[in-house]
């Protein structure tokens, strides 16, 4: 595996450079992954160097002296380049439920590696039905999920499937376009208050007019991120002007 050494520290425990797991993806125009980085005990999609907003996450310990040739351009570059965030706004999207992507894959992983885990686990992160279902057919299990992994949120920490969702024939609660359905769907008796109650879930807005959800639509549609990690619902991003 080609590498690129940034500092001389021996490769000490707590010397060498990653700064958060490969999560960025959730934070589109907030964040980027610039170069992976390797820590004992860290995963290999660790972030090496990252930025967020205006900060940039530089992974590596050592002073200058101790940087390499490559390390300390490599840093003056970082410098240069996140200069140009200087004092931007950025979201701080919190820490809040386990993701779908990653950490439901990692349980289910885990499970099928070490069926000892599912006694565990299947409590822990599954809703009771599913997990009564599926403690003996782990293979089932991830089948269930994968299936519907569009329409899984977390509430309290269990990974569950969005049936109001479902209901109203929407097939992902993660795209933007899922919004304008909803709205759409307000005009429909029969579905008006379900479709209310999902807007607020996902969005944290409490509009009560379709009038209402319509302008802030069409004022933020494009600044608008989705999150798993920050509650299974959009986040409005500062415009990087």
Known sequence: MK??????????????GAVAPGVY????????TIMLGFAP??????????????????????EPSRMTPAGQKLFLNCISYIHKYDRRPFVAIPR?????????????????QRPSLAERYLPRY???EIASKYKNDIAGLRKHYEDNIELVYAGLGEFLIDKDLQSLAIDSNRKVAMIKSLIELLAEESKASLAQACLSRYTKQTFTSAQKWNQWYEENAGRLIFSDRG???FYKVPELK
């Open 41 to 62: 005990g860290k995963s290999y999609d660790s972030v090496g160097i990252g930025r967020h907003g205006n900060f940039m996450l530089w992974g590596w310990s050592a």
């Open 96 to 112: 809040q439920a386990p993701t779908r992507d990653q950490d439901l894959v990692m349980i289910l992983g885990r499970m099928e």
């Open 25 to 32: 993806g959730e934070y589109p125009g907030e964040a980027e």
């Open 3 to 16: 590498v690129c050494r940034i500092q001389d520290t021996n490769n000490q425990v707590g010397k060498a």
């Open 231 to 233: 509650g299974y619902c």
């Open 126 to 128: 599954f809703p009771p």
